[in-house]
């Protein structure tokens, strides 16, 4: 038998201690048959007793087991005590006692009830009155323990005919009301009824004059609240939210959720500001037997700051955004996954603060796999959010066609893979381009005698471009030749890695060399356009990559060796990793490759990355890039997090060194990125975080900063417990993008377990 509940939740005149819910398990419907396997000893025989009749299905069957049994033969009473229990399939009730009054009809369970229903909530109780056909009981002194997560206690409750459970007296919480340590404790929140409707059927707790309370005041009536039983949502009113900002003023927003059923919900929102005009929002949300997808929208009418004159107009056009995505699995290998993003301007996300996003994407990809192919027919197009960017400039992709096939090479051994693709892209006022290729890749790796492991890779493709409207593309080298143009690729590379694990510093240590040579005859790379493969950059991930450039637009031709190593250290609670490397290029072609990317010259510039991780407490991540000659940081990347969840400090640091004039997609930069939390008085924290741009004009000259310029920062204080969380934020902005003003923002953000707010 479970130990008795602690003494816990209080009633709403605070006399009510015992911890109890609403009464489920004891809930059977219709007459049952009764079975009694009890411990070997004497029992006296109980001559009319019914027996078990075999006809009786065995949701009408309740088996009882206990240390002992007897019979009242005067008063015609059954009596089974010591470690009761009584089952009917996935329902149970455990008690002290147990008492069957044969002439009345009446059941009787006392001391320790615990009663547990088909769906896991737990009702616990000193005692429960009960019909033999279990359809009508009493309780007092209850706790109901919810599988979804809640508790629930009342004075008193009953069970009516219909099934339909009244508490009398009570009080809800979704808070844990022991601490780890198994003491009792009061609940930060909990929310107490003079009345309390609990429909076995719907899954449903309705309240009747509720109040919400923190802290043990009284602080909120709800009117209308209900909860379920089973964790799902409830169509009601959401609390809430508050926030003041330099561009809108006091902004009070809340909304209404609909469940229409258990595969699709609706909300409908609305913000009121006092500086701007009211806004409207709604999400619908549906699951079907193919897959999932939801749709998102804003709407207001209100004036916007002029994208080219940066004047507020005085004409209020409507404006707003919509926001949709799915995914859809037709069988095991088809499935199709689609998004649209669209705004009516390029400042509305930012100015309701919605998203930061500076550009929105919408998609689409049909795609099919197996074991050993892969399909997608796929396209995008992208909407720029940027004020000063050109969105007949930004192109769209319809359609992109990727098509690839794995088979076993059965004369050498190894893996050829087969590739077909094609892309289409479209500007208004820019350069179009199209584009397709087939091509063949084979790998064969191979483990030496002496721990090498050998890989060997060949590939050779075919290229077909047209391209018009070249005149229109600012930067020369990625115009390519207007009209048709085709193009060869061929490439081979050996790869050999001998890693050597020993012991070292208390720990194990892997030391692992690694040598690739690759050749490619010289490739027609400036004859067509580059649209893909524009942000090239030697790292630490491409440093043995057979084209360092990101897409197929570019490849790498010539003969070239790159060399380094990677090693790692293990000892309890540490981990060391780190790569570095370098590679010679055995001829120099400088026109596709600019000065200042880390390979244009023969020999490249010196690259690597070192990770260190001390248990959870402890990640450092630095990426560095040396100029080969006069060892000058051209890349120096930071990344640090030390402490716990409660308490930590993250910081982060980039600075772009690369000289590189004219490429915009290759410009310097430094920025700084820093977060703190720090946890006080057990469930409060204050947290803070900032991003600062430190680029100056010798390192961008289109920029006005001295080299120090705060983008954003934030300041809070929060407290969460297991069930509740609420806190204040301020943040700043310093930038101003059209009507999206700089200024301070103050949030105020609340949230309670299983109710759903927030």
């Avoid at 049952?32 to 001559?47: G, K, L, T």
């Avoid at 009882?64 to 019979?71: L, R």
């Avoid at 930060?188 to 076995?200: F, M, Q």
């Avoid at 741009?693 to 920029?703: A, F, G, V």
Wanted: glycine residues 8%; contains cysteine; charged residues 25%.
């Amino acid at each position: 038998m479970s130990p008795k509940p602690q003494t816990c939740l209080q009633a709403s005149d605070g006399r009510l201690c015992r911890s109890a819910a609403l009464a489920l398990a004891f809930l059977f419907v219709g007459e049952f048959a009764i079975s009694a396997p009890v411990a070997a000893q004497d029992v006296p025989e109980i001559a009319d007793t019914p027996a078990v009749d075999s006809a009786v299905s065995p949701d009408r069957v309740i088996e009882f087991e206990a240390d002992t049994i007897g019979y009242d033969d005067d008063r015609d009473v059954v009596t089974a005590s010591g470690n009761v229990v009584l089952r009917n399939q996935d329902r149970s009730v455990r008690a002290d006692e147990v008492s069957w009054d044969r002439r009345t009809g009446t059941i009787l369970a006392k001391g320790n009830v615990r009663l547990v229903d088909e769906r896991g909530n737990q009702l616990y109780t000193e005692s429960v009155e009960l019909t033999d056909t279990f359809e009508t009981g009493a309780m007092e002194e209850m706790l109901l323990a919810l599988r979804a997560g809640g508790r629930m206690a009342a004075r008193s409750g009953e069970r009516g005919e219909d099934g339909t459970v009244i508490l009398a007296d009570a009080a809800y919480s979704a808070c844990p009301v022991v601490d780890a340590d198994g003491c009792t404790k009061k609940p930060s929140w909990r929310v107490t009824a003079n009345r309390v409707i609990y429909d076995p059927s719907q899954n449903r707790i309705r309240f009747k004059g509720a109040v919400l309370e923190l802290f043990g005041a009284r602080v909120l009536p709800m009117p209308g609240l209900a909860v379920r039983t089973d964790g799902k949502a409830v169509s009601g009113f959401l609390v809430p939210d508050l926030r003041i900002s330099e561009s809108n003023g006091v902004e009070v927003s809340g909304s209404y959720y609909w469940r229409l059923a258990d595969n699709k919900d609706l909300s409908l929102g609305a913000h009121i500001y006092t500086e701007a005009p009211p806004m409207v929002n709604g999400t619908w949300r549906h699951l079907t037997g193919k897959g999932a997808y939801q749709i998102t929208g804003y709407a207001t009418h209100s004036s916007r700051i002029s994208t080219f004159t940066g004047v507020e107009t005085s004409k209020a056009d409507p404006r707003g955004y919509i926001a949709a995505n799915g995914r859809f699995q037709f069988t095991p290998e088809w499935s199709f996954t689609g998004s649209v993003r669209l705004a009516t301007d390029r400042t509305f996300l930012r100015r309701y603060d919605i998203s930061r996003d500076d550009r929105l994407r919408s998609t689409f990809n049909l795609e099919r796999i197996d074991d050993s192919s892969y399909l997608s027919l796929a396209g995008w197009a992208t909407q720029t959010l940027r004020l000063n960017s050109k969105q007949g400039q930004v192109p769209m992709a319809l359609p992109v066609l990727d098509y690839r096939r794995r088979i076993d090479d059965p004369l050498l051994g190894g893996k050829l893979e087969l590739q077909v693709n094609s892309l289409s892209l479209v500007r208004d006022t820019g350069q179009d381009t199209q584009r397709a290729f087939a091509g063949a890749r084979w790998d064969l790796k191979r483990l030496t005698g002496l721990g090498q492991v050998v890989t060997l890779t060949g590939l050779v493709r075919g290229d077909v471009y047209h391209t018009d409207s070249t005149g229109l593309t600012a930067t020369e080298i990625y115009r390519g030749n207007p009209g048709w143009e085709t193009r060869g690729v061929a490439l081979g590379a050996i790869d050999v890695e001998w890693p050597f694990v020993g012991e070292a510093f208390g720990g194990t240590q892997v030391f692992k060399p690694r040598l690739q040579l690759v050749a490619s005859p010289p490739i027609r790379n400036l004859a067509v356009p580059n649209e893909d493969a524009r942000a090239i950059d030697l790292e630490d991930s491409n440093l043995f990559a057979l084209n360092r450039f990101p897409g197929y637009d570019r490849v790498e031709d010539g003969v070239r060796l790159t060399y380094g190593f990677d090693w790692q250290l293990q000892r309890p609670g540490w981990r060391v990793k780190t790569t570095v490397g370098q590679s010679y290029r055995f001829d120099r072609r400088p026109d596709i490759l600019p000065d200042g990317t880390g390979l244009s010259e023969r020999v490249s510039d010196f690259v690597g990355r070192t990770e260190v991780r001390f248990r959870d407490t402890v990640k450092l991540t630095h990426r560095f890039r040396l100029d080969k000659d006069s060892f000058s940081v051209r890349r120096n990347e930071f990344d640090a997090t030390v402490g716990n969840e409660r308490t930590y400090a993250e910081i982060g640091y980039l600075r772009l060194n690369r000289d590189i004039r004219g490429l915009e997609d290759l410009q310097d930069r430094e920025e700084l990125r820093a977060a703190v939390r720090v946890g006080f008085a057990r469930y409060w924290s204050a947290f803070g975080s900032g991003v600062f741009n430190l680029t100056d004009r010798n390192e961008d000259p289109t920029l006005t900063s001295d080299g120090f310029e705060p983008i954003r920062t934030r300041l809070g204080i929060a407290y969460e417990d297991d069930c509740l969380e609420f806190g204040l934020t301020w943040r700043r902005d310093y930038i101003n993008a059209g009507d999206a003003r700089r200024g301070d923002t103050f949030q105020v953000f609340f949230s309670l377990r299983n109710l759903g707010f927030r």
